[in-house]
Antibody, heavy 120, light 110 residues
Framework: EVRLVESGGDLIQPGGSLRLSCAASDFTVSNNFLSWVRQAPGKGLEWVSVIFAGDNTYYADSVKGRFTISRDNSKNTLYLQMNSLRVEDTAVYYC??????????????WGQGTRVTVSS | QSALTQPPSASGSPGQSVTISCTGTSSDVGGYKYVSWYQHHPGKAPKLMIYEVSKRPSGVPDRFSGSKSGNTASLTVSGLQAEDEADYYCSSYGGSNNVVFGGGTKLTVL
């Protein structure tokens, strides 16, 4: 069974940096499109970023230039490096994927999420 | 990219049907067949209920159905059951390798 497990969430001050991880099992990160999706407290879901199997990366305007998505194929793990964090980045961060078909066709595999709190 | 518009709440009694709307623009919902719906119980991972406007993943009851007309997509839950009570989110491909979500609808089973 495909499993995605996020980690790395923490309480961090504004302007700080944090790296989130998403470890995959029964799923090869190098061969698949992987996204980060977040949910701020009391708000809806927000797509954050995607990395393609060919290493192309794309970002939501709200995080462009501050966040970097990457993966380590040897560890079968996805990452999200978050710099210049803002209070509005406070959210539960999920990694998600579509196991077959186009990456934007509907995320059918999700992790349980990791909580990031940006506060002084 | 602006979020898709969903009603904040919807409700129905057990056995009834309820429809949740999701309004976007011609640049997202109206321009692509890639509308999805997710069920989200707080504290759990979101679950894909509908993809490509009206397709159901394996294991999703046929009580859940999706449709689209113009810039508005809809999720209909028929034969409401207590376990359907959750938050529901729509999403759409927005072009240029971007996905946009709706603000979510809290479905209450009365």
């Amino acid at each position: 069974e495909v499993r995605l497990v996020e980690s790395g969430g923490d309480l961090i001050q504004p302007g700080g940096s944090l790296r989130l991880s998403c470890a995959a099992s029964d799923f090869t990160v190098s061969n698949n499109f992987l996204s980060w999706v977040r949910q701020a407290p009391g708000k809806g879901l927000e797509w954050v970023s995607v990395i393609f199997a060919g290493d192309n990366t794309y970002y939501a305007d709200s995080v462009k230039g501050r966040f970097t998505i990457s993966r380590d194929n040897s560890k079968n793990t996805l990452y999200l490096q978050m710099n210049s964090l803002r209070v509005e980045d406070t959210a539960v961060y999920y990694c998600a994927s579509r196991l077959e078909g186009l990456w934007f066709g509907g995320f059918d595999c999700w992790g349980q999420g990791t909580r990031v709190t940006v506060s002084s | 990219q602006s979020a898709l518009t969903q009603p904040p709440s919807a409700s129905g009694s057990p056995g009834q049907s309820v429809t949740i709307s999701c309004t976007g623009t011609s640049s997202d919902v109206g321009g692509y067949k890639y509308v999805s719906w997710y069920q989200h119980h707080p504290g759990k991972a979101p679950k894909l209920m509908i993809y490509e406007v009206s397709k159901r993943p394996s294991g999703v009851p046929d009580r859940f159905s999706g449709s689209k007309s113009g810039n508005t997509a809809s999720l209909t839950v028929s034969g409401l059951q207590a376990e359907d009570e959750a938050d529901y989110y729509c999403s759409s491909y927005g072009g240029s390798n971007n996905v946009v979500f709706g603000g979510g609808t809290k479905l209450t089973v009365l």
